[in-house]
């Protein structure tokens, strides 16, 4: 037995741990209840809309501008739809 282990008694009472996942838009999502497992955000910040589409922070805010990624402003802070990402992913050009 490591030092750092539980006693045998209380190894019972240890919370189980939901593995992360990753939504569409490439976020890991952790959650340590069963419910959370189903739920999928809708909302994504800017940086993680332009990992996703594998381009920079200043030309998805020029997306932004132009108007072919949606964005809803909460507080302070910005978040682009999960769903205009995966739209401007589907509609581009080969």
């Known amino acids: 037995m490591h030092p750092l ?3 045998p008694a209380q190894a019972q009472n240890l919370v189980v741990r939901v593995p992360p996942y990753t939504s569409a838009c490439g976020i890991t999502c952790i959650g340590n209840q069963p419910w959370r497992n189903d ?3 809708i909302l994504c910040s800017i940086s993680e809309a332009a990992k996703a589409l594998g381009l920079g922070r200043s030309k998805t805010y020029e ?3 132009a108007g072919r990624l949606e964005t809803v402003s909460i507080g302070r802070r ?3 739809r999960i769903e205009s990402v995966k739209t401007f992913a589907e509609n ?3």
């Open 39 to 41: 739920l999928q955000p």
């Open 63 to 65: 997306l932004i501008a």
């Open 5 to 7: 282990d539980p006693p």
């Open 92 to 94: 581009l050009e080969v």
């Open 78 to 80: 910005r978040l682009i």
